[in-house]
């Protein structure tokens, strides 16, 4: 089982910026893939961005650029850092971790862009 707590949400006015954490714990295997999800009201959850355990990244194209995915791994969290943040990006965002299928999921945080 792997546990993934998120932190980092909020309101921010266009332009701003948010950091967002995703800690895991319990059984982290040493090849995954790591990433951040988004719902908003009346959407399906798409794919931000994610960062394997090599270190790949990749990110859907509205985001890049402005978005930027990391990872510490002593800390085994990946960050979300997100610039100049656009009312489009509000959404709920889900940390996940996958490893061979198995997939795992944390509790979301509200992100939302507004003046």
């Known amino acids: 089982q792997v546990q993934l707590v998120e932190s980092g949400g909020g309101l921010v006015q266009p332009g701003g910026s948010l950091r967002l954490s995703c800690a895991a714990s319990?059984?982290?295997?040493?090849?995954?893939?790591m990433g951040w999800y988004r719902q908003a009201p009346g959407k399906q959850r798409e794919l931000v961005a994610a960062?394997?355990?090599?270190?790949?990244?990749n990110y859907i194209d509205s985001v890049k650029g402005r978005f930027t995915i990391s990872k510490d791994n002593a800390k085994n969290t990946v960050y979300l850092r997100m610039n100049s943040l656009k009312p489009e990006d509000t959404a709920v965002y889900y940390c996940?971790?996958?490893?061979?299928?198995?997939?795992?999921w944390g509790q979301g945080t509200q992100v939302t862009v507004s003046s």
């Open positions: 996940n971790y996958e490893h061979y299928g198995y997939n795992y």
């Open positions: 319990g059984s982290i295997f040493s090849i995954y893939t």
């Open positions: 960062i394997t355990s090599g270190g790949s990244t």
